[in-house]
């Protein structure tokens, strides 16, 4: 099963709603709840992020028996420094984008925290090209 | 220890702003955050999100996490929009004037457990 969603930057009335549809649909399919839980968090944290960076762009779940691929493709301006993003606390989020409650820094961690694969390519000024595999586990926390 | 939204209410004075009809629903611990991705993150499942974040993203989340409830904390009331978007959901919405800290500490004194 796959399914795709066209996300616009800055919309944020229907930011998260692809990572809502991603998790019923995964839920109605019957993965393991934590296997739910880590992928509705690396589809919403990378839905967010092309919400509050990218100008648009596309979030699509390919789901297997075995596991959830989650695949963030943007237009935006790209991560210059992909090893300084990944870590906790760096943000490029302006201020307006924090008092919302985001922009700690946390986003691109928590897909990797998330993940049991992670690839990330980024092209300054051209976007981003996130890649999360989720394997169907039972537990693991 | 499970703890029913009447006696958050009762505990923190709070107000409902929906969910009246909801009040017997029980959490099984509380998380007070302020920032979207920790709330996503570190909270469990039927839980009382304690926030003072009253965008629509916080009933998102709240959605996704499958929290039980939102208690806004220092008497942030959320839009329209949001209160519609919780309704749908059926996530009862509860404001009070206490801060974020001390409303932790009333429901946790109260034996609300940290999520």
Do not use: W
């Not at chain 2, 978007?85 to 429901?107: H, M, N, Q, Y």
């Amino acid at each position: 099963m796959q399914m795709q969603f066209e996300v616009q930057g800055m919309d944020f009335n229907r930011a998260g709603e692809a990572a809502a549809k991603i998790k019923k649909a995964l839920q109605m399919v019957g993965m393991e709840v934590h296997t739910v839980r880590r992928a509705v968090i690396v589809a919403y944290e990378a839905e967010l992020n092309i919400v509050i960076h990218a100008r648009r762009g596309t979030l699509t779940a390919h789901v297997y028996p075995d596991r959830v691929e989650i695949e963030a493709l943007d237009e935006g301006p790209g991560i210059p420094d992909i090893t300084l993003a990944m870590q906790e606390g760096y943000s490029t989020a302006p201020p307006h984008i924090r008092e919302m409650g985001f922009g700690a820094g946390m986003g691109l961690p928590n897909i990797n925290r998330c993940s049991d694969k992670l690839q990330i390519d980024s092209a300054v000024n051209k976007g981003t090209h996130v890649k999360s595999i989720i394997f169907n586990q039972a537990s693991g926390e | 220890m499970l703890i029913k939204l009447q006696d958050v209410k009762r505990i923190l004075d709070a107000e409902i702003i929906t969910g009246a009809d909801m009040l017997d629903i029980e959490v099984s611990s509380g998380f007070g955050c302020d920032l979207i991705s920790d709330s996503l993150c570190f909270s469990r499942p039927e839980c009382l999100l304690i926030t003072g974040l009253t965008n629509i993203q916080i009933v998102r989340v709240a959605d996704m996490i499958e929290a039980r409830a939102i208690l806004f904390v220092r008497g942030k009331k959320p839009g329209k929009e949001i209160i519609q978007l919780a309704e749908g959901k059926k996530i009862p919405l509860l404001v009070t004037k206490r801060f974020l800290f001390e409303s932790c500490g009333l429901l946790y004194q109260h034996g609300l457990q940290s999520s």
